[in-house]
């Protein structure tokens, strides 16, 4: 859990670093894209993901990596780097041969042989460019530890704790702007605890105040700003069970 927020929370900085800067290039009247660096989704997925498996000491090796976030699109990343270049023809040479020597897996999704070299190189420099972004500020903000703190003081127990987990980071991922400061992360915290408590309909077994206020007022949320966030976390998380349905049916 904590590697998954650490790397949405990379990224989303990284991508308001990187729109900033390419908003200040326009202002300027210079032309966008034109640092050297491809900044391929999959491929930026993978480096925040490995990233994020450093800062959190998660034992996972680029390998699974890649082939987690990377999958058929490793080689449209690689290619559209080095398109045109003399290291492109080099690598599609090195490919053919590696291909008719069974060096290369044909499973879908494995990514093998040269091929994984060059995507490693490209996601190692995509992590330096993350960490560049970021102003290399290691300390990322956890709103899961927000969430757990919250179901241990209204005493929600461990069922609460998981579904409330489970939809923060349906929510995180669906969410665009979450972690940079769209949404205040203590609300989307909260917001999250009391979605899953409705879904669980133990919203009210849960602890309330000495003089009866419900948990959120008692610790000083915003009625309005909860309503409006719990609203995002329900969406997201309807649109996490379409995607997963759309994707085991295809």
């Known amino acids: 859990m904590d590697a998954c927020v650490v790397a949405l929370a990379c990224s989303e900085r990284a991508h308001e670093r990187w729109a900033r800067e390419d908003d200040d290039a326009r202002a300027r009247g210079e032309r966008v894209g034109e640092d050297g660096i491809e900044r391929e989704t999959d491929a930026v997925a993978a480096a925040c993901v490995f990233l994020a498996c450093k800062l959190e000491e998660a034992v996972i ?38 291909r008719l020597a069974g060096y290369v897996d044909d499973e879908p999704g494995v990514i093998s042989g040269g091929l994984y070299y060059e995507y490693k190189d490209l996601v190692l420099e995509l992590e330096r460019d993350v960490l560049r972004a970021m102003n290399f500020e290691l300390n990322v903000e956890k709103p899961h530890g927000l969430l757990l703190h919250l179901v241990r003081t209204i005493e929600g127990g461990n069922e609460l704790a998981r579904s409330a ?54 610790l000083g949320f915003d009625s309005a700003a909860m309503h409006d966030v719990e609203a995002l976390v329900r969406q997201s998380v309807e649109q996490r069970r379409d995607d997963i349905k759309n994707v085991s049916t295809h």
């Open 61 to 98: 090796g680029m390998g699974d990596v890649a082939h987690a976030c990377a999958r058929e699109g490793a080689a449209d990343a690689v290619a559209r780097r080095e398109r045109g270049t003399e290291r492109a023809r080099a690598m599609e040479e090195r490919a053919r041969g590696e």
């Open 165 to 218: 987990l489970a939809a923060l980071v349906d929510t995180l991922f669906e969410l665009e702007g979450a972690m940079t400061g769209a949404v205040e992360l203590p609300t989307l915290a909260a917001a999250a605890v009391r979605y899953a408590s409705k879904e669980l309909k133990c919203e009210h077994e849960l602890r309330r105040s000495k003089d009866g206020r419900e948990w959120w007022d008692a």
